[in-house]
T-cell receptor
């Protein structure tokens, strides 16, 4: 199994809603990531989990709350988002972090905040 | 100097042509490099990893020039399906920074 699975694929939420994005991998990777990508821009790092512990938070607003329940799962809890948070949210995993390994990305959740 | 710099393109090339992109990086300590391709509205997919002077996989060749701190990606015999954005990423850091990407359009 060489996939990273993200759900949902699309999400529309209001600014007062609470929702969660989910990510799962079964490759035995010990590092997992959340990236945000706006149109025509490269992915921007949000969070890094290494061995289930948060190791990097790129000064992300607290309305984004990551969670790593176990080595295979990664969640991103969303609350009180703004329209400018609309973007493609990508989960990725790699064998370790930092490390000289490439990432495997999930297909992303396309989020629209209304 | 930016951490990673790429020519955004677009590179418009005919089918069958050879095309090359460059990516410059600022950290001379970088040990590993990755090329990803990203199709429109899709996730990036790992195309090639480079750990030494270069790597070759079929029509794709990556070459690393440590002295000048750039890595190139050469695509031979371009196919229509090669149309995508190609992202360069130096690896091995706490914070991995993606290049802005180079857009390739292969035309019939």
């Amino acid at each position: 199994d060489t996939e990273v699975t993200q759900t949902p694929k699309h999400l529309v939420m209001g600014m007062t809603n609470k929702k969660s994005l989910k990510c799962e991998q079964h490759m035995g990777h010990r590092a997992m990531y959340w990236y945000k990508q706006k149109a025509k821009k490269p992915p921007e790092l949000m969070f890094v989990y290494s061995y289930e512990k948060l190791s990097i938070n790129e000064s992300v607003p607290s309305r984004f709350s990551p969670e790593c329940p176990n080595s295979s799962l990664l969640n991103l809890h969303l609350h009180a988002l703004q329209p400018e948070d609309s973007a493609l949210y990508l989960c990725a995993s790699s064998q370790s972090h930092p490390g000289n390994y490439g990432y495997t990305f999930g297909s992303g959740t396309r989020l629209t905040v209304v | 100097r930016k951490e990673v710099e790429q020519d955004p393109g677009p590179f418009n090339v005919p089918e069958g042509a050879t095309v090359a992109f460059n990516c410059t990086y600022s950290n001379s300590a970088s040990q590993s490099f990755f090329w990803y391709r990203q199709d429109c509205r899709k996730e990036p997919k790992l195309l090639m990893s480079v750990y030494s002077s270069g790597n070759e996989d079929g029509r794709f060749t990556a070459q690393l020039n440590r002295a000048s701190q750039y890595i190139s990606l050469l695509i031979r015999d371009s196919k229509l399906s090669d149309s995508a954005t190609y992202l360069c990423v130096p690896g091995g850091y706490q914070k991995v920074t993606f290049g802005t990407g180079t857009k390739l359009q292969v035309i019939p």
